[in-house]
């Protein structure tokens, strides 16, 4: 008999369900994937929200399908995962108050500055000890060395901040405040809880998972607005009556509080021991490394991974990548394909031509949002080939500079995966062996973080072990360095570093004016 496990992701541009049969501990199938897009919500400049109304009525919709089309009464677990750290604002009734903030959401420069100065300012408290009374295991005197971040937009802290000063009649009815994918629990099971990499990246924990009150308290809102935290593998409630009826999935099925999205995603990739560097080419680029002990770095987001053996995973982000490319086929001209065959005639270095990808500002290692794209070197000589290669070399070098960081951390790096949209792409596969100097596994056919929400929920009700990955990443496609071609690259790569420090001053000239 089937042992079915479905995973829900409510990600950045569309819910994203799957349904897998549990044939053993080792081996498992998809059986159904289905997908519903929703839009990003932009009012003014540098905003990002989204209608968690519309998630709530995609998500029903969505399972509606599922039930029509897939025989769900073998049904054992539900897990989710999704983008963080969204903020979504519920009433008394847990009705949203209005739009999700997101997670790339831009609006908040002088909540960051006052939230700056109270936290990690020569008056801090976390400078006076703070920590000491709180059960912060990992303490150490500093904002930082408390929560492994400092103050950024990501977090909720600011963003209520902003709430409470420019909309306060919606800031005077929040009663409560979760993530993406903690509203899709509690839609599902009518349980409230939030999961703990939500809480760790939403600025308001440490470490250790202790919330930190005082932090929570530049906000406003008290405590209470806040669930209860739950681990990855944690039991949030079972399907309600209710939604059975108005989906046909079966009550009483247990949910799984999941994880992250792209923490999800590098589980379900392979990587589960320490070392495993996982490489996406999504919209962003994310570069994932597992590890078995904790190592923060300002450079780097850091988060709790789910792999029994690692329970901690560096990562960094680079704002823009395969919307880099995506721009320059909708401004240029030409498919993909064509594109690639083109520039695979150029050689490594693109002759010389080196850029700057940072067509969104950037995210980590630089945390700079006045950075700009910048092509250099450019000559008659070179051609639309030349340019487009350089956009794909640029990327690899961003990721490249992220490895530098992991290897300043001491950090061993083992096994590496990419995968995500741009990994289809054998040219970019080779561009990325050939700068990092290390041999690339792409893994075919990755359904992405909702597979990764399924195997949580899976291992969690002890329907599979974590081996159970392997029969899904055993497909490899390897990309082997080429010397000659990695030599080229060390030499761009130079310049590359080179370019942004001594740009710096003029990217925030050049922001001013605009």
């Not at 000589?381 to 794909?392: E, F, P, W």
Request: aromatic share 10%; glycine share 10%.
């Amino acid at each position: 008999m089937s042992s079915l496990v479905m995973g829900i992701d409510i990600g950045t541009t569309a819910i994203k369900v799957i349904v897998v049969d549990a044939l053993s501990l080792d081996r498992m199938d998809i059986v159904a994937v289905d997908s519903i897009p929703h839009d990003l919500v932009s009012l003014h400049p540098g905003w990002a929200e989204e209608d968690a109304l519309v998630w709530r009525d995609h998500l029903y919709e969505i399972l509606s399908r599922m039930a029509s089309s897939v025989d769900l009464s073998s049904l054992k677990a539900i897990g989710l995962t999704g983008m963080v750290p969204a903020l979504v604002c519920l009433d008394s009734n847990c009705v949203p108050i209005r739009n999700s903030i997101q997670q790339n959401d831009m609006r908040t420069g002088l909540e960051l500055k006052e939230l700056s100065s109270a936290l990690e300012g020569p008056e801090s408290v976390f400078g006076n000890g703070f920590g000491s009374g709180f059960g912060c295991g990992f303490c150490a005197g500093s904002y930082f060395q408390t929560t492994g971040s400092h103050v950024n937009s990501q977090h909720i802290a600011p963003r209520l901040m902003w709430l409470r000063r420019n909309e306060p009649y919606v800031f005077s009815r929040i009663s409560w405040i979760m993530g993406s994918y903690d509203y899709a629990a509690y839609l599902l099971t009518g349980a409230m809880h939030i999961e703990s990499n939500w809480a760790l990246e939403s600025g308001l924990f440490s470490l250790d998972g202790a919330l930190l009150e005082p932090v929570l308290g530049y906000t406003g809102l008290p405590a209470s607005v806040l669930p209860p935290v739950i681990e990855s593998h944690g039991l949030c409630g079972v399907v309600e009556e209710s939604v059975s009826l108005l989906t046909g999935i079966p009550a009483g099925v247990p949910v799984y509080a999941g994880t992250a999205d792209h923490v999800a995603s590098a589980f379900c990739t392979g990587a589960h021991e320490n070392g495993d560097l996982v490489l996406k080419l999504g919209g962003a680029g994310d570069i994932l490394l597992s590890l078995d002990h904790l190592a923060i770095d300002d450079r780097l987001f850091i988060d709790y991974f789910v792999s029994s053996s690692c329970p901690f995973i560096i990562n960094g982000c680079t704002a823009a990548s395969g919307s880099l490319i995506k721009w320059f086929k909708n401004e240029f001209g030409g498919d993909f394909k064509d594109l690639d065959e083109q520039a695979s005639l150029v050689p490594a270095g693109s002759d010389g031509l080196v850029m700057l990808p940072y067509v969104l500002g950037e995210k980590t290692p630089i945390f700079d949002p006045n950075a700009r794209g910048v092509l250099f070197g450019l000559m008659l000589s070179h051609t639309k080939a030349h340019v487009y290669r350089a956009m794909l070399e640029s990327v690899a070098y961003a990721f490249r500079h992220h490895v530098d960081v992991f290897r300043e951390l001491g950090v061993e790096i083992n096994n590496v995966y990419i995968t995500n949209g741009g990994s289809t792409s054998p040219l970019w596969r080779q561009i990325m062996a050939d700068v990092l100097g290390m041999r690339v596994d792409y893994i075919k056919s990755n359904p992405g973080s909702c597979l990764g929400a399924a195997f949580i929920a899976g291992i969690a009700h002890g329907l599979w072990s974590e081996d159970v990955i392997g029969c899904f990443t055993s497909q490899r496609i390897p990309s082997y360095p080429n010397p000659d071609a990695t030599r080229a690259y060390d030499r761009g790569y130079s310049i590359y570093r080179e370019l942004y420090p001594r740009l710096k001053d003029l990217f925030v000239a050049s922001s001013s004016n605009c």
